[in-house]
């Protein structure tokens, strides 16, 4: 079995071979591919993290689509001075699927 932990979008995220992963927004070239930064790498018994040796790894993954998160609702308040604020946020993700660990 062949996995590997990657880097992306401040987090790291355990990916196999098709494994669908939402991601941070990232852009990804005209052919709809994007490649990720392996951290750690697992080829059966072999385990693989060492920074030279991971330079030669590429995983390869294909966007399916961008989209949004869900909405987080920020709300202030402070009492006895009429203060009220209220603020909403929606996260820009990236649903990839990856192709290949090589």
Known sequence: MVYAI?????RQEKV???????LDRIAADK???????PVLLVDGD???HDAKDLAKV???AEVLGNERGPKIVIQKFKNKTGYK??????SELTRVKITGIK
């Open 31 to 37: 052919n709809g591919t994007v490649e990720l930064a």
């Open 16 to 22: 196999e071979v098709g494994t669908i992963v939402v």
């Open 85 to 90: 604020k209220r603020q909403g946020f929606r």
């Open 46 to 48: 072999k385990i693989t």
């Open 6 to 10: 990657v880097r992306a979008g401040g």
């Open 58 to 60: 590429k995983v390869t």
